[in-house]
C-alpha cells in the first residue's frame, strides 16, 4: 500500500510564507504525478498545483505567481511554497498522488491526511 504524509501546515499571518511537504512511502514502483488540493470551512476541494514525472507543473489561477510547486520523485515528495498568503488560503492541504505499485492492485491513487493552513488578517 502506498501512503502519503503531510507537514508544513500551521498559522500565520496575512503576507507570510509558508512551505508544506508531502512524502510518499510503501509499495510504490512508480508516480505518475503528484498534487495539491485544498478544502476551506463550508467549501468543495479545489485543485491547488500539480507537478507531473516530467516536471510539468499546473497552477490554479488564484496562486498563480504566489505559490510554488516542486518535486523529489527520487524520494518521492512534492513540496507547496505558499508566499504573499492572505486568509483566503485558510483551508486544510491535502496531498494527493497517482501512480504504479509493487503489489497488485497495480494502479494507485491516494490522499494525505491533511494539514491545516489558517492565515490570519
Known amino acids: 500500500q502506498v501512503q502519503l504524509a503531510e507537514s508544513g501546515g500551521g498559522l500565520v499571518a496575512a503576507g507570510e510564507s509558508l512551505k508544506l511537504s508531502c512524502e510518499a512511502s510503501?509499495?510504490?514502483?512508480?508516480?505518475?504525478?503528484m498534487a495539491w488540493y485544498r478544502q476551506a470551512p463550508g467549501h468543495q476541494r479545489e485543485f491547488v498545483a500539480s507537478?507531473?514525472?516530467?516536471?510539468?507543473?499546473n497552477y490554479a489561477d488564484s496562486v498563480k505567481g504566489r505559490f510554488t510547486i516542486s518535486g523529489d520523485h527520487a524520494k518521492p515528495a512534492v513540496f507547496l511554497v505558499m508566499n504573499s498568503l492572505n486568509a483566503e488560503d485558510t483551508a486544510v492541504y491535502y496531498c494527493?498522488?497517482?501512480?504504479?505499485?509493487?503489489?497488485?492492485?497495480?494502479?494507485?491513487?491516494?490522499w494525505g491526511q491533511g494539514t491545516l493552513v489558517t492565515v490570519s488578517s
Open positions: 494527493n498522488a497517482n501512480g504504479l505499485s509493487t503489489v497488485t492492485p497495480r494502479n494507485f491513487d491516494v
Open positions: 510503501g509499495t510504490i514502483f512508480e508516480i505518475n504525478h
Open positions: 507537478f507531473s514525472s516530467s516536471g510539468v507543473t
